[in-house]
């Protein structure tokens, strides 16, 4: 684990990891730039996923590069910042969003207040990505 639940920087990082709803991932295209876009994410088992666009350009740069790093919005002050790097690669054994009883929870009701509804969701964001951290740094609040 990237943050040890014992300090409270990092429980407060694990906190926040649970329940914001927008994070930074940024991927490295096949020459070199870096790229940032918001995304919806779940924090599950020590691990983030993210439901990418079937279109999405990250998914060719996770590919030639799976180094990613996700960030979570700091304070206006600079702090509070959570951030955590690792390994992504593309899930296919991770089960389509709507029977992601979790992201559902998290997310279902965006998907109608942006999308229309649930099954335009499902026509867009179809790849499941997940990350495997190998470092975390959160500031405190």
């Known amino acids: 684990m990237v943050f040890d639940s014992e300090s409270a920087q990092d429980q407060h990082a694990l906190e926040r990891l649970e329940r914001d709803k927008i994070a930074w ?5 096949p020459d070199g730039q ?15 996923l993210v439901y990418s666009s079937k279109k999405a350009k990250r998914n060719a740069n996770i590919a030639a590069n799976p180094r990613v790093s996700i960030h979570l919005e700091g304070d206006s002050d600079g702090g509070d910042l959570v951030i ?17 009883e979790a992201y559902m929870a998290k997310y279902g009701e965006w998907m109608v207040r942006d999308l229309g509804s ?12 997940r990350i495997t951290p190998t ?3 959160a500031t405190g609040a």
């Not at 991932?25 to 295209?29: A, K």
């Not at 649930?118 to 990505?129: C, G, K, R, S």
């Open 118 to 129: 649930v099954e335009a969701f499902l026509a867009e964001y179809i790849v499941p990505v």
């Open 84 to 100: 955590v790097e690792g390994m992504a690669h593309i899930d296919d054994a991770t089960p389509p969003p709507d029977r992601h």
């Open 25 to 29: 991932l940024t991927s490295v295209t």
């Open 135 to 137: 470092r975390g740094r």
């Open 34 to 48: 870096p790229q940032t876009f918001p995304v919806w994410f779940l924090w599950e088992a020590g691990e983030v």
